[in-house]
Every structure is written in structure tokens, then in C-alpha cells.
């Protein structure tokens, strides 16, 4: 099955970012496009927004496939085997038959199925499962004679080639899901891209006599504020009164562009922050709120540092 195909060019952490923005962007002009197209409204921005937001919740194709290669790497596993038990099928008929028939029992054994199944050929490899198999009811006497071939070894050799074929459905199952994954996530890139695409076109259109205000309605524009070297970082550790981590706060500026969760250590990181003054809020239940006003330029990395009082504790 085909797989979509980005209409973007920039990175699609890049891609989100940049979409907030410009939507945030649009608010604050809201009536100047309400003018130009009825259809602007507080509603559609907000749509718009929920959009790129579903997006970036879509399954992300690292964890399908890392799922894909998990179930290729028990299918693996089953396959070798299968092989080693075809191994073990080999030298019972090589014992079982005369020398002048080996050969032509071999082949009906699914012999020349076998190198193909070595290179994980699956198909190659049920088929070889179910040549061994039958050719081991059809042989049953002949193999177990004098000692030969164990008898538990028929239904070991079916149980593990059905594991086999088991592990096969999921990864076949796996692949399907991992292409599933990345289509829709590359048509709702694709989608949100288009609309902001649109948007930027009728801001440009609205600012055309305003330079200044028409380039930040310009997609490359807006990719360059949010690449490495154009934005700035934001990073640091919130400790209460003992002087110990808070896991679980957050820092948001209050435009709702950027924002982090700080971890057990109370480290949060915010990246890709484009180049201005930022009001931050941060909070978490049971502490007394912090606001901080920060100032960032283009490509420098600053430090928050943080310290939160509990909320049972007065200000002095």
C-alpha cells in the first residue's frame, strides 16, 4: 500500500510550531480577517488549532515501529525454529530412507523451500511449516521406525511452526498498522498545513501594505523563527522551600505557545521559542503560583531556575 506523502518541507516538530503561531497570529488579528472572510471567527481559530493538536497526538510512527520490530524480532526467533527442527526432520529422513531416495524425500519435505526461508522469506517460510508437516503424517511409519524419529517430535514440530505462523499474522499486522500510522499522520500534517497555508495567503493579502506585519504572515518566515538557529530555549529546576525537585509543574507562557512538565528531578526544557517577551506562568496543586516575564533572542539558550512556595505558606 502506497504511502501519503508530505506536501511540507520543515521537520514536523517544526511543522506544529509553526502553525500554532501563525493561528495565534491570526487571533490577534481576528477582525482584520473577519472583514476579509466572514468564515474567520473566534471558533474557526480555534478549530484550527484543536487540528494541530490532534495531529500531534496521532500515533507516532517511532513507537509503531518500534512495535513493527519487536514482532519482526519474535518472528525471527520462530523462524530459526522451525528451521533447526527442519534440520532434525533431515537427518531422521536421511536415516529413515535409502541412500537414492534421500534426495527426492528432501524435496517433498519442503527442501527447496528451505534457503529461501533462511532469508525470512515468510511466505517461504509457511510454506515450508506445512510441506514438513504433511510429509511427516505421510511418512509417520517410515520415520519412526527402528527408533528413528522421536514420537513427540511431529507435535513439536507442529507447535512451533505454529507459533511461527501466529507471530507471522502479527507481524504482517504490525506492518499494516505502521503504514496506517504514517499515512494518517502525514494527511493530517498534510491538512493543517494547507489551512494554515490559506490563512497565511489572506494575511499577506490584509498586511500588503504593512512589510513588517505581511512577513510574519510568510511560512518560510515563521520556519526560520523556529529552526536551531533562529529560536531560543528555556530550561531549568523548580525546587520548593526545602530545596528539594517538584515533579509535575508547569511552566506555560501565556499565550500557550510553549510550554513544559517538570520531571522527577524538577528539570523541564521548552525549545524552539521565537525571539521576543514572554509572560510565564507557572504552577502546580498545592504551591502558590509564579508569573515571570522573559526576554529571548534569537538562538540563545536561558536559564529558569525556580523556587515554589506551598500554599499553606504566607507571603511575607
Not at 86 to 115: C, H, N, P, R
Not at 140 to 164: R, V
Not at 184 to 195: K, L, M, V
Request: net charge neutral; hydrophobic share 40%.
Amino acid at each position: 500500500m502506497k504511502t501519503s506523502k508530505n506536501n511540507y518541507s520543515a521537520p514536523q516538530e517544526i511543522l506544529y510550531s509553526v502553525c500554532n503561531a501563525a493561528w495565534y497570529l491570526c487571533s490577534q488579528y481576528l477582525t482584520r480577517f473577519t472583514a476579509l472572510n466572514a468564515f474567520y471567527t473566534e471558533a474557526f481559530v480555534a478549530n484550527a488549532l484543536q487540528a494541530v493538536q490532534d495531529a500531534k497526538a496521532l500515533p507516532d510512527s517511532r513507537q509503531t515501529l518500534a512495535a513493527r520490530k519487536e514482532a519482526r524480532i519474535n518472528l525471527s526467533n520462530a523462524t530459526r525454529q522451525v528451521q533447526a527442527n527442519w534440520q532434525l526432520l533431515k537427518v531422521y529422513i536421511t536415516k529413515a530412507f535409502a541412500a537414492d531416495m534421500v534426495a527426492t524425500k528432501l524435496e517433498a519435505a519442503g527442501g527447496s523451500l528451505y534457503a529461501k526461508a533462511s532469508v525470512d522469506n515468510w511466505s517461504a517460510v509457511r510454506s515450508l511449516i506445512d510441506t514438513a508437516n504433511g510429509f511427516i503424517a505421510n511418512n509417520l511409519a517410515d520415520l519412526a521406525a527402528n527408533e528413528n524419529m522421536p514420537a513427540t517430535f511431529p507435535a513439536l514440530f507442529k507447535t512451533d511452526g505454529d507459533n511461527c505462523i501466529e507471530l507471522s499474522v502479527i507481524y504482517a499486522q504490525a506492518n499494516m498498522e505502521k503504514e496506517a500510522a504514517t499515512r494518517a499522520r502525514i494527511d493530517a500534517n498534510n491538512a493543517i498545513y494547507a489551512g494554515v497555508m490559506e490563512m497565511l495567503k489572506d494575511g499577506q493579502q490584509i498586511f500588503k501594505d504593512d512589510l513588517a506585519t505581511k512577513k510574519q504572515f510568510t511560512f518560510s518566515y515563521l520556519v526560520l523563527m523556529y529552526q536551531a538557529g533562529g529560536s531560543a530555549s528555556l530550561k531549568g529546576y523548580i525546587i520548593n522551600s526545602d530545596n528539594l525537585p517538584i515533579e509535575g509543574v508547569t511552566i506555560a507562557s501565556q499565550d500557550g505557545k510553549y510550554f513544559a512538565t517538570t520531571d522527577a528531578k524538577g528539570y523541564y526544557r521548552i525549545t524552539r521559542i521565537a525571539e521576543g517577551t514572554y509572560q510565564f506562568s507557572i504552577t502546580c496543586p498545592g504551591y502558590n503560583p509564579l508569573v515571570q516575564t522573559i526576554s529571548f533572542a534569537a538562538g540563545t539558550a536561558s536559564k529558569g531556575d525556580f523556587e515554589m512556595t506551598n500554599e499553606m505558606t504566607k507571603a511575607a
